[in-house]
């Protein structure tokens, strides 16, 4: 029997287990034209690439999804990569089956100018189709697993490309979902690639603890399984090592070594009922003393993703501190599975409605969406509300709202209702005044105080909510009350803001740059983005650099003394290292937007006074597609001179774990390698995670890919853009 019959064999007999009724000829048939559109086609590891798919469906089944989303796991690369379509698919499947192949085809058919913003868009449909039907997300999950899991195979580039963007959205959609089994490996897989000289310390140190470790477990998995069998008790027992992306977290963020790290294990036992649950856990906290503030009940207090289960830490029989975990087995059932545990499609019945509440936090993504103004303001917004941890208060009535770490009264208040949000004017937490920038604790009991008329929000406190739906609350205030006012106070900080640019609001404000600002940022007309500006929605600077950007081409119209383009003949004294075709002692500058530096592939462009601006060909600014016919004419092919020894400044986005030393250690690669810093910018973008901007002098793009290269090598650096 061959490997991929025994695959499709063990896809079947996997979804028989838990629905004996199903149509086995339709899933062979879904496999059979797998096999045959995909052809000859090869992944980078040599197989046939319908391997890829069949290891797609299997994920599915082993999260006993319903038929339709095993069949969509074996097609989805259907449409995408081969001549079959949606109508075929339709027609041989069923219209459910080709909408989610469609539907996981589209998140990948996205052309965008940078990857932050092919990222933003990606993240932007996703939210779509998890609206409309989540199988779509769970189905991009198993697909991005299996991609990880032979990432091997890829090049350097991409294995860290891939493994930033996992960690950073799909590892967090997976924990959101509930689905840890998956969240568990994508993080570690990720960290294998972003920083693999941490992660092999981590995996080396734990194997040699292993038979020490397992020694540990077994003694207290022994006296947990005695005192439970007097009680009664059916029990399971089970330790294991907590993930390494958990332990490096740890590591860094608190800059310890493993051996500081002392509770690397969980144990976990499995019970009958939730009085059980609690029953174990006094019995527990009998036998081994319970480190105080390290007990969380999320029996009583589910997480938004649906994880239930009692969480406690000890200190062993030997001082040892580790961690015991109390569920039931439909509590485990959820906490591995997630969302996919209650996703069951039955003949003629929608599993839609039974998931309206628990996916309500998708409705609030596709709010997020519609306030956005940019792809900036959406991804700020986004990692917020979506992948934020998580803070636990009660309402006075008893109810547990959960909002993001460090969210406000402010913020409860609006989640509780808009009309209590533009009525609050003021807080309790736990009976005692708080101020409305207080930043809510677990378990804190909150009361908001309120007028009996409505007041509105203060302006100042969009500087101090943390949620995205009470922001955006705050601005539809603004927005609707005060229009004039606003469009006033908007129309003088964008006028000031081009300004500062050292530009005329007479030269930018014209209906050629005005059109396409307004539609990129979603704008009716001028006076809404001016309104938006007023009412603080969006800021002046972003309008006025993007006015700038579109009228770029035409403020920098050719001098009087056009460059006879003509005239294939080098420059004799090239100016900045830089020679540009058919021209002499022409006045050359290096363009600020992109830096470039002697290596990068770049390109001329023709100004008004000051001669050429020379860009990295990639660059927005001068791509060929993004300019105007009379615009493409002023682009000038210039080239690195020979021979010309130069520095030049070279810039860096460092993607780092927020941890004591880092600055130093990356300064200290930096010197070694006898290269000047001109400067370092740094802030920290979200939980244990920091940004570094560094400037640096070089004398080629080899110098600074070199330095990128043992930049890597610093432990926590996850990822370098340049």
């Known amino acids: 029997m061959n490997t991929t019959a025994a695959t499709i064999e063990k896809i079947i007999a996997r979804v028989k287990e838990y629905n004996p009724s199903v149509d086995e000829e339709r899933i062979m048939r879904a496999y059979n034209l797998c096999v045959e559109a995909h052809g000859d086609q090869l992944r980078k590891s040599g197989e046939p690439y319908y391997i890829h798919p069949l290891e797609v469906s299997y994920i599915l089944a082993d999260m006993e999804l319903d038929a339709d989303t095993v069949i969509v796991g074996l097609l989805h690369d259907v449409i995408e990569d081969t001549p079959y379509g949606y109508e075929k698919l339709k027609n041989d499947f069923g219209e459910q089956v080709a909408y989610l192949v469609e539907g996981v085809t589209k998140l990948d058919k996205i052309k ?57 959205v799909y590892a967090p959609l997976a924990h959101r979902l509930g689905i840890s089994t998956i969240k568990g490996e994508l993080e570690d897989l990720s960290i294998k690639y972003l920083d693999s000289v941490g992660y092999y310390e981590i995996v080396e140190g734990l194997k040699q603890k292993k038979g020490e470790r397992e020694e540990y477990v077994t003694l207290i998995k022994e006296t947990l399984g005695k005192k439970l069998e007097e009680m009664n008790i059916n029990a399971h027992i089970s330790g294991r090592a907590k993930h390494i992306y958990s332990i490096y977290r740890k590591m860094y963020s608190q800059g310890k070594t493993l051996d500081e790290i002392y509770d690397l294990f969980a144990v976990r036992i499995i019970v009958d009922s939730v009085a059980e649950c609690y029953s174990a ?24 993703n649906m994880y239930q289960s009692l969480h406690t830490t000890l200190i062993g029989p030997t001082g040892q501190p580790f961690e015991v975990q109390i569920r039931t087995w439909e509590m485990h059932k959820v906490a591995e599975q997630g969302v996919a545990a209650h996703w069951k499609y039955k003949e003629g019945i929608s599993g839609e409605t039974a998931q309206d509440e628990k996916l309500a936090w998708v409705r609030q993504l596709l709010e997020v969406q519609s306030e956005a103004t940019d792809s900036e303001d959406f991804m700020k917004s986004l990692k917020i509300d979506l992948f934020a941890d998580e803070v636990f208060v009660f309402t006075p009535k008893g109810d547990v709202i959960s909002l993001p770490l460090g969210a406000t009264p402010i913020d409860f208040a609006f989640y509780i209702h808009t009309a209590v949000g533009y009525k609050m004017v003021g807080a309790k937490a736990n009976a005692r005044i708080v101020p409305l920038d207080y930043q809510l604790k677990n378990g804190d009991i909150v009361e908001v105080i309120t007028t009996s ?3 509105g929000p203060s302006r100042d406190w969009l500087g101090i909510v943390k949620t995205a739906q009470a922001r955006s609350k705050i601005n539809a205030w603004f927005k609707k009350e005060n229009r004039e006012v606003n469009i006033e106070r908007g129309r003088e900080a964008v006028e000031r803001e081009i300004r500062k640019l050292n530009l005329n609001p007479h030269d930018l404000l014209k209906n050629e740059y005005i059109e396409p600002m307004i539609r990129r940022y979603g704008f009716n007309t001028l006076d809404d983005a001016y309104s938006a500006v007023g009412y603080g929605g969006i800021t002046a600077v972003k309008i006025a650099v993007r006015l700038r950007e579109y009228a770029l081409p035409d403020l920098d119209i050719p001098v009087e003394d ?7 003949r080098r420059s004799s004294k090239p100016s900045n290292g830089i020679e540009v075709e058919g021209v002499d002692n022409c006045l050359v500058r290096l363009s600020k937007c992109c830096n470039p530096v002697p290596g990068d592939p770049i390109i001329g462009f023709i100004t008004r006074g000051r001669g050429v601006s020379v860009h990295r060909t990639s660059c927005i600014n001068v791509r060929e597609d993004k300019l105007d016919e009379e615009s493409r004419a002023r682009r000038i092919r210039c080239m690195w001179a020979e021979g010309v020894s130069q520095r030049y400044n070279g810039e860096m986005q460092i993607e780092c774990a927020d941890r004591k030393g880092i600055l130093a250690d990356i300064a200290s690669v930096v010197a ?20 570094i901007t560094l400037q640096v002098e070089v004398n080629s793009r080899d110098q600074l890919n070199s330095l990128i290269k043992k930049l890597y090598r610093v432990p926590g650096i996850l990822d370098i853009r340049s």
């Open 562 to 568: 056009k460059i006879p383009v003509q005239e294939q």
């Open 281 to 304: 856990l006094g019995m527990v906290h009998e036998l081994y003393k319970p480190i105080p503030g390290r007990f969380k009940d999320y029996i009583a207090m589910p997480k938004p």
């Open 453 to 455: 008329q409505v007041k």
């Open 112 to 168: 965008s100018t940078s990857r932050e913003e092919a990222q933003v868009e990606n993240l932007r449909k996703m939210i779509l189709a998890m609206a409309k039907d989540i199988r779509v997300i769970l189905v991009k999950l198993a697909d991005r697993l299996h991609n990880m899991r032979t990432m091997k195979f890829m090049r350097e580039e991409k294995q860290r490309e891939k493994s930033h963007e996992t960690l950073e």
């Open 672 to 691: 070694e390698n006898q290269i000047n810093i001109v400067s370092a910018l740094s802030h920290k973008t979200k939980e244990n995670v920091a940004m």
